[in-house]
């Protein structure tokens, strides 16, 4: 294979990837509670975010961000995720990159986005590795 055609079969392969990943992105959210349970007590997470556990904060935050058990908001998800994010819950920093690369909830705020998948990933969050490696591709296009 010449170097032109293997130039051009790179970018079709990043671009078919980038595209690929834009769709996952537009689809990311987090799509049950971390309890792990089919019958959730709302009621129970409610009051364990109130008084501060991370892992119930981030879960009220998913309830609002897909309307389980409460009425759907992206700007409560979003002071949940925060709250979460900043008691350094993985999860929660990462559907909070999410929420500022979508601009759901807040403005579309790129930079805030990574700066929130680059925690995540620090801590091993697979999600935001990956997004972070497709973010800097594109940036690099």
């Given at each position: ?72 908001s992206m700007a409560k998800a979003v002071e949940?995720?925060?709250k979460s994010a900043a008691q350094g819950y ?52």
């Amino acid at each position: 294979m010449k170097n032109s055609e293997s130039a051009m079969t790179v970018r079709m392969l990043l671009a078919v990837m980038s595209m690929a990943f834009g769709i996952l992105l537009s689809g990311m959210v987090a799509a049950q509670p971390d309890s792990g349970q089919s019958g959730v007590n709302y009621e129970t997470i409610a009051k364990a975010a109130a008084a501060g556990d991370p892992v119930q904060q981030y879960n009220y935050g998913v309830m609002h961000e897909t309307g389980q058990g409460v009425q759907q908001s992206m700007a409560k998800a979003v002071e949940w995720y925060t709250k979460s994010a900043a008691q350094g819950y993985e999860n929660a920093q990462y559907n909070l990159g999410v929420m500022y690369l979508r601009g759901l909830g807040v403005e579309k705020n790129v930079p805030q986005a990574i700066g929130w998948f680059e925690k995540a990933a620090a801590q091993q969050n697979l999600s935001a590795i990956e997004a972070l490696q497709v973010l800097k591709k594109q940036q690099q296009q």
